[in-house]
């Protein structure tokens, strides 16, 4: 790819638009990682289905669902927190069947007898049961039954704490394998941004793939890519999780910003502009309804008895705190995209919305860069003087606005004060 | 430098000596820089804006780190009082003759200088200076 050329992500691209790419991809599941959850995940389905399994012949489907579907997965902060890989097992049994029967059994399908290939490494939880890994990665299957063969992935899931009475134990109506479709529908992919995206994001797996784990071919180039929407969310999810780290409380669910992103997806949008368009829509929409004094009601587009905010907010005021968050990111964005504040000042911005690691390590990078294109003469100078970093490997571009001066050595005196 | 850089014009001209002012972008804030030139004369042959193009950042302010890990306070400058945020830039290797008064302004001092503050911008954000670089040696090391 023709850096010069690509206003998208290239060199001469907005410095705030290069830094929160660069950001998104050390945040996010690299394609390595994602690999090696779709290996596990194959694994598990067919250890489900196997003949000694209480659920052998039961399993109609297994699909991804939530953030790996739409490929948003993000890293957790700590590196011991692992991620979440959510999986839904469509199972052939009775919708009349106990919520919390249909969980233990699930449960007991994949814990296995002592010494089998999951046994102990399995939690039974409200609605879904867990696989820990060693590693830290994580995958959630939610048992769902099929309601109408009819209007195939429109589906019944449990909920069942186990501490609370069979009463209050419910079916909750679903679809998100729909909400998967409508997302990935509304979400174009802009194939000069799949393209940079790809490129940055190969580049970065590939340095640490060697080091930490086995490399898989898998890329998001080869699957589509993805947009500046996703990319966008993967963000805001970030900030989210920092933001909530330290609050008690439920925070707000991934699949509601998901669907804020969807209804704002445009093609050809920037991450910035796509980060701006999201949470303006949601501030709106969140504000709204605090001025009227009610919680923010977002459910499926493809199943309206989905509600996406049956957990959050709890209260007013937990809507509140997320209100405020926006507008604190909003200003945060304007000010990394603004062209009057030095990178330092970038970068401690972008350590409060993303964290510290994350902005050290993209400034660092990006300086480096920088740094190594003026000592190697191989940089371009741009209109007012913007310098432009090319890859010493780069082929040799041609523009006759970006000048190309010749080499030169810094030089000085030592400090007086010495 | 009309040509090259239309956003720098003259703030001083003599028969031997011009000083342009123009804004010029590192890396994307615009700093307002000062350039001085003079023709090399009898009379002060040692000024040093007479020896080569001297670049000073008059806006935003330079900042001195005197705990910065590498080139404190400030990196590649010719340290000059009073106010040493406005010390002139080293921007070449005198030593090395990677200037003469043949060559253009506009087409060496200018971008270099941009060079000199996307690397300054690196360092205010990493406390590293990664755009290379020497210093002159001191005479003690010139006599070793």
Same mark, same amino acid.
């Given at each position: ?418 | ?25 590192? @890396? #994307? ?6 350039? &001085?030139?003079? =023709? /090399? ?7 040093? !804006? ?11 302010? @330079? #900042? ?6 590498? &080139?404190?306070? =400030? /990196? ?7 106010? !040493? ?12 003759? #990677? ?46």
């Amino acid at each position: 790819m023709d850096e010069f050329n690509s206003n998208l992500l290239g060199s001469s691209a907005p410095i705030g638009e290069i830094l929160l790419a660069e950001t998104a991809i050390r945040i996010e599941l690299p394609p390595s990682l994602h690999g090696l959850a779709v290996d596990r995940y194959e694994a598990l389905r067919k250890y489900i289905e196997r003949d000694a399994s209480p659920l052998a012949g039961l399993v109609r489907i297994f699909y991804p669902q939530g953030s790996m579907a739409i490929r948003a997965t993000i890293r957790s902060r700590k590196r011991e927190d692992g991620f979440d890989i959510d999986i839904v097992a469509e199972l052939i049994l009775a919708l009349t069947m106990a919520p919390s029967a249909v969980l233990d059994l699930l449960f007991t399908a994949i814990n296995g007898e002592r010494g089998s290939l999951y046994h102990g490494k399995v939690e039974r939880n409200t609605r879904c049961v867990t696989v820990h890994y060693e590693d830290g990665m994580h995958l959630d299957i939610t048992p769902a039954v099929l309601i109408d063969e009819n209007d195939p992935r429109r589906s019944v899931i449990f909920h069942a704490k186990a501490e609370e009475p069979p009463t209050r134990h419910q079916r909750l109506e679903m679809n998100s394998y729909g909400f998967v479709e409508w997302f990935n529908a509304r979400t174009p992919i802009d194939l000069s941004f799949v393209e940079a995206y790809a490129n940055k994001a190969y580049a970065f797996d590939h340095l640490r793939a060697d080091a930490e784990f086995t490399p898989v071919p898998a890329h998001s180039s080869e699957n589509g890519g993805k947009s500046a929407t996703v990319v966008a969310m993967q963000l805001l999810k970030r900030n989210r999780n920092m933001k909530y780290a330290a609050r008690r409380g439920r925070m707000p669910p991934s699949v509601m910003i998901a669907m804020f992103a969807g209804e704002t997806a445009v093609p050809g949008n920037s991450i910035s502009g796509a980060l701006d368009a999201i949470t303006g829509h949601m501030l709106s929409v969140l504000s709204k309804a605090q001025a009227e004094g009610r919680l923010v009601d977002v459910r499926n587009p493809r199943c309206p008895v989905d509600r996406f905010t049956d957990r959050w907010p709890e209260n007013l005021a937990a809507q509140s705190v997320y209100i405020e968050d926006l507008k604190v990111f909003r200003g945060q964005l304007a000010a990394v995209m603004s062209d009057s504040l030095s990178l330092e000042e970038k970068r401690k911005l972008l350590a409060l919305m993303f964290g510290e690691g994350p902005a050290r390590a993209v400034v660092e990078d990006f300086a480096a860069r920088i740094g190594e294109s003026v000592r190697q003469g191989t940089r371009r100078i741009g209109a007012m003087g913007r310098v432009l970093p090319v890859a010493v490997a780069a082929p040799a571009v041609v523009r006759p606005a970006a000048a190309q001066p010749r080499g030169h050595t810094f030089y000085g005196s030592n400090w007086p004060g010495r | 430098m009309q040509q090259h850089w239309p956003g720098f014009g003259l703030g001083e001209e003599t028969l031997d000596k011009a000083v342009w002012f123009g804004s010029l972008v590192g @890396l #994307e804030r615009a700093y307002r820089v000062m350039i &001085e030139y003079g =023709l /090399p004369t009898r009379a002060a042959p040692d000024e040093m !804006f007479r020896r080569f193009p001297l670049v000073r950042v008059l806006s935003p302010e @330079l #900042e001195l780190r005197f705990d910065g890990p590498e &080139e404190a306070p =400030l /990196p590649h400058v010719y340290f000059r009082g009073p106010d !040493f945020t406005l010390s002139p830039l080293c921007l070449f290797d005198i030593e090395a003759d #990677e200037w003469s008064h043949d060559d253009l302004i506009a087409l060496t001092t200018v971008p270099w200088a941009a060079d000199w503050l996307a690397c300054y911008e690196g360092w205010l954000a990493t406390g590293r200076w990664l755009g290379g670089g020497r210093h002159a040696r001191t005479p003690e090391e010139k006599a070793s």
